[in-house]
């Protein structure tokens, strides 16, 4: 009798494609399900205003059948063209390796043409695995590539258009949760009609006051607690949807032609056109679809819109206007009056938890803003939380949180009524949408290569569509519309001003960097007494020193036996892989133990590295070795600046530093403090005890192996370098005080010593930032003139 047969390898390798297809929809569809409660909960409670918003002003005039079917093709053909057309098939598919959003749009035309602003940006970070979108950067001929780079004007309009979006999109953040929840909570008049409008309004405020108290414990945590609210929201507005037209007008359904939509216009003329700013906020809530998408992925939201979101959407604006077609009277509560009597009181509950979930959406959004913002130079430096240790982008911002929080409840309080906030809240959805429309046209130009014939037709069609919503909310800007337009000019003021003194700054280190024939004359003690220990200083430059080193070498007369300058500065790329993230360099010749560190970020990385100073050693460490090897071949830059190396930290070869855990070493406290006074040691212990994290901190020694055969040279340095480490890491920062010259204009002076200081001094400072110690910091004051 044969035997039974084994698996071969081609019955294992379709048995390893069954396993991870399997595992590849388990993980879509667990995706697509967090979706709904991060994503979503704002497009879905749009039908509790919709209608009501549509029919204000002079509209109330047109109470018939045929303007019902009208506007109920409106919404059907606004919902397909935009979300389902123009985001699902079209803006999803330009993330920035995964993620989403009006500056990750900008970053991706910033690394195919060079129109971006950040000052101390190198050549090297084009050879990151992420900055190109294909592989290797292939030449672009584009005439509005050359045109665009030829003029800074152009460039400085688009990166305002940029901000000019990202506000929009904190404006979002306001007027989403005031609008979603006032909706919902009013529904409480349609059976307790003695409940006055104060009364709601208090109930509304508690409501937000939670929601944004609840921020803190993460996305992801909110995403699982908040999705199943929003499908059985789902399913119930499309049964009830379904119900209505089957139950009040079946013939709705001819409303699906566009015809009616000419038929609408025909009939209500100008009118007609000013409705269409209630129309629109049947998409609100679509840019989150593109800037959530850093938290999942391009198939999962596509999924949950298209199977679920999409449909129940259709079917609710559906029977909602045929429940209208033959109960004009309920116009201002079409939604709950729609409602069958039995299932009032759950669906109230369930539309409450809804609103609530709505808001979620765009403060994620917000939050995400914020921190592109940030990284890019545009904001000033906030706290930012990362709320889930394994998955990238989840993030909270206390002090945008409870400025949010604030400001949501002035809107509520202030206007009461969800007309007006719509008004405003159109305006602000709808900037938005046309800001993608166009950094999506030069998308297509300039990093997808398409003909620019493709992207003009593209920016034609939906940008006229949009322009059209556009100015029909612009006419609503005395009801309440000027509160986006006022939010969103203050936080642009906020940005220009942090981003141009911040350029000036920079510009200002730029002009007066020492020179390295400076360097080179005070020889390799630098003129003055070289003490134990490794000097961090922190500059923004990327090349020559900053002025802040001779300011303080001329007031001091020791510095440190190593000295390394570093950069931390931001890539326009979402995340730089670990292993390029540290370029290092020298300065000057091998005599002088000067090196130069850049630390690259991307602008959704998480800045803190607890082991940074071990990881720097061993970076040096490993340059010095290359720099020897490769000096031997004759292949290396001996100029006094020489070239930056990229050091991949996680590969051990290439270094003969052996790393140990200096706890389990005995007398160990002597042996890494040897240099230091027994004073200096007590004081040290103690502030370890006082200060938890610091004592946390992994603390190594670097040993040099005997049995090894090293160059004498190398290994003079590398014991150099294992000497300093030991000795102490001291940080020196730069206090600077920026001040406008006196020859300056008037509005120069109240940006720079007004505006700019003011900002500086109520921002996180450099050295929270940066996680720098403060028992190692030292700070250096200066005066700036720009």
């Not at 409870?402 to 900037?431: E, K, P, S």
């Not at 005997?706 to 004498?712: G, L, M, N, S």
């Not at 930032?769 to 004051?781: M, Q, Y």
Request: glycine share 6%; aromatic share 12%.
């Amino acid at each position: 009798m044969d035997r039974e047969r084994g698996p071969t390898s081609d019955d294992q390798r379709v048995g390893s494609r069954g396993v991870h297809w399997k595992n590849y929809y388990k993980n879509l569809l667990l995706l697509a399900y967090q979706s709904f409660g991060v994503v979503y909960g704002d497009l879905s409670t749009s039908p509790l205003y919709v209608y009501k918003s549509s029919f204000s002003g002079k509209m109330y005039k047109y109470q018939n059948e045929q303007t019902v079917f009208g506007l109920f093709s409106l919404i059907f053909w606004t919902l397909t063209l935009i979300p389902l057309l123009k985001y699902v098939v079209i803006v999803l598919s330009a993330d920035d390796n995964g993620e989403g959003g009006t500056f990750a749009l900008y970053s991706l035309l910033c690394r195919h043409a060079k129109l971006s602003l950040l000052p101390n940006q190198q050549a090297a970070d084009e050879e990151l695995s992420t900055y190109y979108r294909n592989g290797p950067r292939s030449v672009i001929t584009s005439p509005l590539k050359r045109f665009l780079e030829r003029h800074k004007k152009l460039r400085t309009c688009l990166l305002l258009i940029v901000l000019f979006g990202a506000c929009m999109v904190i404006g979002d953040g306001v007027l989403t949760p005031a609008i979603s929840v006032l909706s919902s909570i009013s529904g409480l008049q349609v059976r307790a009609k003695e409940l006055h409008d104060g009364e709601v309004v208090l109930v509304a405020c508690l409501v937000l006051v939670g929601l944004f108290s609840l921020q803190h414990r993460g996305t992801q945590r909110v995403a699982f607690m908040f999705a199943p609210i929003v499908i059985i929201w789902l399913l119930c507005i499309g049964v009830i949807g379904l119900y209505n037209t089957i139950h009040w007008n079946p013939k709705i359904y001819h409303a699906l032609s566009p015809l009616y939509v000419i038929k609408f216009f025909q009939q209500t003329g100008k009118d007609g056109w000013i409705s269409l700013g209630g129309v629109l906020l049947s998409i609100t809530g679509t840019e989150a679809m593109f800037a959530d998408l850093g938290h999942f992925t391009q198939a999962s939201i596509r999924v949950a819109f298209v199977g679920v979101i999409y449909p129940c959407l259709v079917l609710q604006y559906m029977g909602q206007a045929a429940f209208l077609s033959k109960n004009f009277n309920n116009i201002s509560t079409s939604f709950y009056a729609s409602i069958p009597q039995p299932f009032f009181w759950p669906v109230f509950v369930v539309s409450t938890l809804a609103a609530i979930v709505a808001s979620q959406a765009v403060i994620s959004a917000t939050f995400s803003i914020v921190k592109q913002c940030l990284a890019l130079g545009c904001f000033p430096r906030v706290k930012v939380v990362h709320t889930s240790r394994w998955i990238y982008g989840r993030i909270y911002i206390p002090e945008i949180n409870w400025i949010l929080m604030v400001l949501c409840l002035a809107v509520t309080i202030g206007f009461r009524d969800t007309t007006l906030i719509g008004n405003a809240y159109g305006i602000a959805c709808m900037t938005v949408m046309f800001v993608t429309t166009w950094l999506i046209a030069l998308v297509m130009v300039l990093v997808w290569q398409k003909n620019i014939i493709f992207s003009l037709l593209l920016l034609l069609f939906f940008g006229s569509i949009e322009a059209v919503y556009l100015s029909s909310s612009l006419m609503k800007v005395p009801q309440g519309g000027w509160a986006p337009l006022v939010l969103s000019f203050v936080f642009m003021v906020v940005m220009y001003v942090w981003h141009y003194g911040t350029r000036r700054k920079y510009l200002f280190d730029l002009q007066n960097k020492v020179s390295m024939k400076w360097i080179l004359t005070l020889g390799p003690s630098l003129g003055i007494v070289r003490v134990p220990g490794i000097g961090l200083i922190y500059t923004e430059l990327v090349t020559g020193v900053p002025a802040i080193f001779s300011h303080f070498i001329t007031n001091l007369p020791a510095f440190h036996q190593v000295l390394v300058f570093v950069c931390v500065k931001s890539v326009p790329v979402p995340f730089v892989p670990p292993d390029e993230r540290y370029l290092i360099g020298r300065i000057g010749p091998r005599a002088y133990r000067m090196y130069r560190c850049i630390v690259r970020y991307g602008y959704k990385d998480v800045q803190k590295d607890e082991n940074f100073e071990n990881l720097l050693a061993l970076s040096i460490a490993k340059f010095i070795q290359m720099e020897a090897e490769e000096a031997s071949s004759g292949s290396y830059d001996t100029s006094p600046e020489g070239r930056m190396a990229v050091i991949r930290t996680s590969d051990t070869t290439g270094t003969t530093l052996v790393m140990r855990d200096a706890d389990q070493l005995a007398g160990e406290s002597t042996m890494i403090r040897s240099s230091k006074s027994e004073t200096l040691q007590s004081l040290q212990s103690l502030y370890e005890q006082e200060s938890p994290s610091v004592s946390r901190r992994r603390r190594v020694r670097f040993e040099l192996p005997e049995t090894e055969y090293i160059d004498p040279q190398v290994k003079e340095e590398l014991l150099a370098l294992v000497e300093a480490k030991q000795a102490g890491v001291a940080y020196i920062l730069g206090h600077s005080y920026i001040k406008a010259r006196k020859t300056s204009s008037f509005m120069k002076k109240f940006i720079i010593n007004v505006a700019y200081s003011f900002l500086r001094k109520n921002c996180r400072g450099p050295a929270v930032a940066l996680s720098i110690p403060h028992i190692s910091l030292i700070e250096v004051g200066m005066i700036y003139y720009v």
